[in-house]
């Protein structure tokens, strides 16, 4: 079937590249489909239960390289929302140096957009979305938070101990929830954080911010129509190759929407992986290159204190101190946190992690109550080996399922080694027992890189392909280098910039 | 953990007293508690007239009773109640999460009782002017029983159905047994033991084949008494004790402790939650399908055993894996270098068995020993074995990780471990989550609050 009005945009994924995006165009007048694979939830539809599968992209991905990154539970959301639905929250801004990692090092990328324009973007994020976090900030004076920090959880109080003893900085971690209740606008009101611990289960509240509970109410409070369950399967162009619409299975039926633009923001796999299956906007050869996960490294160790880790916000500290290591034998850094992690997790990250098995693995979730956890994000640069790519096989949509080969490279490798050296010295001053690592990468990155050279990127600063003059990419495929900072915030303020380039255009 | 509770619901026209041959060989080992239903025994009738109703009376007496484990044995009428309040539980209503099994005795079913259109108009008529006439008791003794009871017995019989309400008695015959509930049923998982008399009449062992056994998944075929017609636990008390305890042996070996129980029925805990938790703690469906044959769930119930370093409980992890296989519920991801999960999983299955010479025939530290070499890349393959040692290495973490998910999901594991997280929820306006959050803080409404 075919819907015969023309839209001014369709949005394809509704998370932290959709949501701000799809508000911001319908803010400004513009006619805006959402279209969103997934399902739609309320808040209220969400349970402590790590077995619920419905938030996360659960269709199969084949993972290759030496270190093969996860995907399913924690690494890719779904639904009205997208990743937000599940993200941990933890909103660090990103770093200055983060964005001028090749004029530093001379390696990696450097980003092509100013870093103060990002940071007046971050400000209006926050305060759209309600940001909690400690004022002022250590490493960044002039900063404040909206809302008072959460409590801080056990792990947390062990990091600040550990921190404070061998010299290193720690706080209060920037955490996208509200600790009052909050009035937010087009939707109502969102009660403060109840420190339950299950974020990336959904927060059953609405204090956690996400897409769902900030950028798409307003999106649709604005005229937006947000469509759940709506897989795109094809883009239409004219005959001068620009995008004329998409077709999309709602149920079982294909529907075909005309379109002004298109912006796509469906995370840093199925974006790239949508445009290789159809074979668009990669002349430069880049689209599905280029892919990075943060070094996501968690050293582990028993307390003889009961901590009950899955209690409260779960990342509820953070160092910034290690963003550029006096001792650093590799480029960019790493922020610290402090883990809340849930059992079933956590079995996950001790079987593929440390590699345990029978009655060790047994030993340590038995003693659950006892054990916490500090991780890391860390920079990771682009590498040759690093590529999605389409496997043979295909989905129930006849698209070719996406390969992503990943391993560690020299300078993810020294920064590994850097960080299990600073969580372990931390770890033994605050105290842990029994200190293992835990090996582990995270995100979605880069596979449609924006820059400035058309041979060397898919997109522009914009967002905007350097193929096609009417196609947008909008998610965390755009990023250049990886940055220290976890993504999210960082992808809504680009995905406003990215809409305010498009209406000036 | 406390003495387990039994909780009996007679038939229509009788008393909790119908229960005391049965409770002299069971009173024992549990607490007894033989009610009455209201409108019968001492029990006034209040509005407790049809079956939802009569459910929520029942509800309430667990509740009250501050049961932890218990197990409910239900007959005739009674058991429709049973089967509905067990279907309750299993929609995760507050309250009932310590149920752990179900004994039907000549049960009415949760669909329209079979019931004789001209026995029906009788039974109807005996309280058309009141109360039922010694006569007309008499009578309904007669009729369901197979062969003469001992007077003692055969006296308290009819002095129950003389003392019946004739409105709880009108309610059933008219609208109680009439009402079809077989959807709201649905397919039980609770352990269940279906018993029928041989010479019973409407409700005996055919019926409770075609209308009671369909509802549990976890029933056997359905258990006859011989000589024995509708009153079985006046007829049969020793056999009906014996079945009831064998059941309940069983049942209760998957009990959770109390304090478990007690914070898993509270409303800190989502009903959702609550009903995928009780869900989680029964066994899986026998006749769910999966794709693994006889020997290859062998070989992974030997595997399970040595990932989480017991045998207790791996027959039935290891179904639930092979359940979840056919269903293609993958985790989002496999490693590039193996098939497809159910491929995978047959041919790491296939590889191990081979390499072990028959995995589940070596001893414990045999099989350990194996499974360290296999995730060390170590075993020279032969050609017996689909997987190469890079391929079996992979696939050993797949299994693991799959192993470990699911184990670690399960309520015993977590009662083992002390983890609660599972109890906070949206309550109206109220956000239930942790007031407190530091080490060796605890809330008392906690898991191991007591001990620290």
């Keep these: 079937m075919s819907n015969p009005a023309c839209v001014d945009a369709v949005v394809v994924g509704s998370g932290a590249g959709g949501g701000p995006l799809a508000a911001r165009l319908a803010r400004a007048g513009l006619s805006v489909l959402v279209l969103e694979a997934g399902a739609r939830f309320a808040p209220a539809d969400h349970l402590p239960d790590e077995l619920e599968s419905s938030l996360y992209w659960m269709e199969e991905r084949l993972s290759g390289g030496r270190t093969p990154t996860a995907f399913g539970p924690n690494n890719s959301g779904t639904g009205m929302g997208g990743s937000t639905l599940h993200w941990g929250a933890f909103c660090p801004r990103p770093d200055a140096r983060d964005l001028a990692l090749r004029s530093h090092h001379a390696v990696g990328e450097d ?59 720690a706080t209060d971690a920037p955490a996208a929830l509200v600790t009052q209740d909050r009035e937010q606008p087009f939707l109502g009101r969102r009660l403060a954080c109840a420190n339950c611990g299950a974020c990336h289960q959904g927060c059953f509240n609405g204090a956690k911010a996400g897409s769902d509970t900030s950028w798409l109410p307003m999106a649709q409070a604005h005229g ?12 239409e162009l004219d005959a001068r190759g620009r995008v004329t619409g998409v077709v999309y299975r709602l149920e079982d039926r294909n529907v075909r929407q005309r379109c002004q633009a298109l912006f796509l923001c469906a995370g840093g796999i199925e974006t790239p992986r949508l445009l290789l299956n159809l074979g668009l906007a990669n002349s430069s050869g880049q689209v599905g290159r280029n892919f990075m996960a943060h070094v996501a490294t968690q050293v582990w160790g028993r307390f003889d204190a009961s901590m009950r880790m899955n209690r409260g916000y779960p990342s509820s500290l953070i160092s910034e101190d290690m963003l550029r290591p006096a001792d650093a034998d590799f480029a960019g850094g790493y922020l610290i946190q402090s883990l809340g992690v849930q059992p079933v997790t956590l079995a996950n990250s001790l079987v593929r992690g440390a590699g345990l098995w029978g009655a060790e693995l047994v030993s340590v979730l038995q003693d659950y109550n006892h054990l916490a956890g500090i ?39 020294a920064l590994d080694v850097h960080a299990q050296r600073t969580l372990r010295q931390i770890w033994e001053a605050a105290g842990a027992r029994d200190i293992f690592a835990v090996a582990r990468s995270a995100h979605t990155l880069g596979t449609c890189r924006m820059g400035t050279d058309r041979s060397r990127a898919v997109v522009d600063a914009d967002g905007r392909s350097f193929d096609i003059d009417n196609l947008y990419i909008c998610d965390n495929s755009t990023f250049p280098s990886a940055m220290a900072a976890n993504p999210a915030l960082t992808q809504m303020a680009l995905s406003l910039r990215t809409a305010d380039r498009f209406l000036a255009a | 953990m406390s003495r387990p509770t039994l909780f009996f619901l007679h038939a229509l026209g009788s008393s909790g007293a119908q229960w005391q041959e049965v409770i002299a ?27 939802a109703s009569l459910v929520q009376w029942f509800r309430q007496v667990v509740i009250d ?64 002017r009141g109360s039922i006439s010694r006569r007309d008791a008499d009578t309904f003794v007669s009729a369901n029983t197979a062969g003469p ?13 003389m003392r019946a309400d004739p409105v709880a008695w009108r309610a059933w015959l008219e609208h109680g047994s009439r009402e079809d509930w077989r959807e709201e049923a649905g397919r039980l998982a609770f352990p269940a033991c279906i018993i029928a008399g041989a010479e019973d009449g409407d409700l005996g062992a055919q019926a409770q084949r075609d209308l009671n056994l369909p509802h549990y998944a976890a029933a056997q075929e359905v258990r006859v008494l011989a000589h024995a017609a509708h009153f079985l636990p006046y007829e049969k008390p020793l056999e009906v004790a014996s079945e009831i305890d064998a059941l309940a042996t069983a049942a209760l070996g998957r009990a959770l402790p109390d304090d478990f129980l007690s914070l898993l029925n509270t409303s800190r805990v989502d009903p959702r939650m609550r009903a995928r938790l009780i869900a989680r703690n029964l066994p899986p469906d026998p ?14 119930a030997a595997i399970v055993a040595q990932v989480v370093d017991s045998s207790e409980g791996a027959d039935e992890l290891a179904h639930r894996i092979d359940i979840a296989l056919a269903a293609g519920e993958g985790d989002g991801w496999r490693f590039a270098e193996l098939p497809p999960d159910k491929d995978a999983w047959i041919a790491g ?26 995730q060390r890349h170590e075993l020279a393959v032969g050609a017996a074995s689909p997987l190469d040692p890079d391929q079996l290495a992979l696939w050993f973490e797949d299994a693991c990780a799959q192993i470990a998910r699911v184990w670690t999901s399960l309520p015993r594991t977590m009662a083992k471990m002390g983890y609660d997280g599972f109890a906070v929820a949206r309550d109206g306006e109220l956000a239930l989550g942790y007031a407190l959050t530091g080490a060796n803080e605890v809330e008392a409404w906690q898991l191991g609050a007591r001990r620290v």
């Excluded at chain 1, 971050?122 to 909690?132: K, M, N, P, S, W």
């Excluded at chain 1, 640069?381 to 070719?400: H, I, R, S, Y």
């Excluded at chain 2, 049973?82 to 949760?110: E, F, I, N």
């Excluded at chain 2, 299955?349 to 296999?374: K, M």
Aim: charged share 20%.
């Design chain 1, 224 to 235: 937006a129509t947000l469509q759940a369950g709506a897989r795109v399967i094809d883009i």
């Design chain 2, 65 to 128: 009773s501050g049961a932890s484990s218990w197990l409910v044995v239900g007959h005739s009428m009674g058991a429709k109640i049973a089967t509905l309040t067990a279907a309750r539980a299993d929609a995760g209503d507050a309250g009932l999460a310590g149920l752990c099994g179900v004994v039907l005795l000549a049960g009415s079913p949760p669909a329209r009782e079979p019931m004789d259109a001209s026995r029906r108009k009788d039974m109807l008529g005996w309280v058309e």
């Design chain 1, 375 to 413: 991780g890391i994000n860390g920079e990771c640069l682009p590498g040759e080996n690093n590529v999605l790519t389409l496997a043979a096989e295909e989905d129930d949509f006849g698209m070719k399922r996406a390969r992503v080969d990943f391993s560690f490279n020299d300078n993810e490798q």
């Design chain 2, 287 to 300: 006749q769910a399908a999966g794709v693994l044959n006889q020997a290859q769930r062998q070989v992974l």
């Design chain 2, 149 to 161: 009871l001992p007077e003692r017995l055969r006296e308290r019989a009819i002095q129950d159905v």
């Design chain 2, 25 to 51: 060989h069971l009173d024992q080992r549990y607490d007894c508690h033989a009610l009455d239903l209201p409108g019968f025994g001492d029990n006034p009738v209040q509005n407790h007239t049809d079956v």
């Design chain 2, 349 to 374: 299955l296939a590889s191990v068995d081979a390499l072990a010479g028959g995995f589940c025939h070596r001893t414990a530290a045999e099989q350990a020993s194996l499974l360290g070499q296999i």
């Design chain 1, 111 to 169: 980003w092509p957009i100013a870093h103060q324009e990002l940071v007046d973007y971050l400000r209006e994020v926050e305060a759209t979305i309600g940001v909690a976090g400690p004022s002022p900030y250590p490493w960044d004076p002039g900063r404040a938070y909206a809302y008072a920090p959460p409590r801080r959880n056990a792990p947390a109080e062990a990091m600040a101990r550990g921190c404070a003893a061998i010299g290193v900085t």
